[in-house]
């Protein structure tokens, strides 16, 4: 019979900032896009011709607490 236990020798890698910001900052922008297109995309301030963004992210915004009508 053996006394030999596993023990792993190695533990959590750090992932330095200089590579994790620019995909923080890319997926912060991708965020600021979607709020836009949920709560801001209508009327006036509409960058998409139509009421099609407003219909598809209709249940979206009353989800997330947007007045819309």
């Known amino acids: 019979m053996s006394d030999t236990t596993f023990a792993p020798?190695?533990?959590?890698v750090a992932i330095?900032?200089?590579e994790l910001l620019p995909w923080a900052?890319?997926?912060g922008l991708l965020l600021m896009l979607a709020i836009y297109f949920i709560g801001a995309e209508e009327?006036?301030?509409s960058l998409i011709r139509?009421?099609?963004v407003?219909?598809?992210v209709h249940d979206g915004?009353?989800?997330l607490g947007f007045p819309c009508h």
């Not at 020798?9 to 959590?12: E, L």
């Open 54 to 56: 407003h219909e598809f």
């Open 16 to 18: 330095p900032v200089r």
């Open 9 to 12: 020798s190695y533990g959590p």
């Open 50 to 52: 139509g009421t099609y």
């Open 43 to 45: 009327g006036a301030t």
């Open 61 to 63: 915004r009353h989800l």
């Open 25 to 27: 900052i890319f997926g």
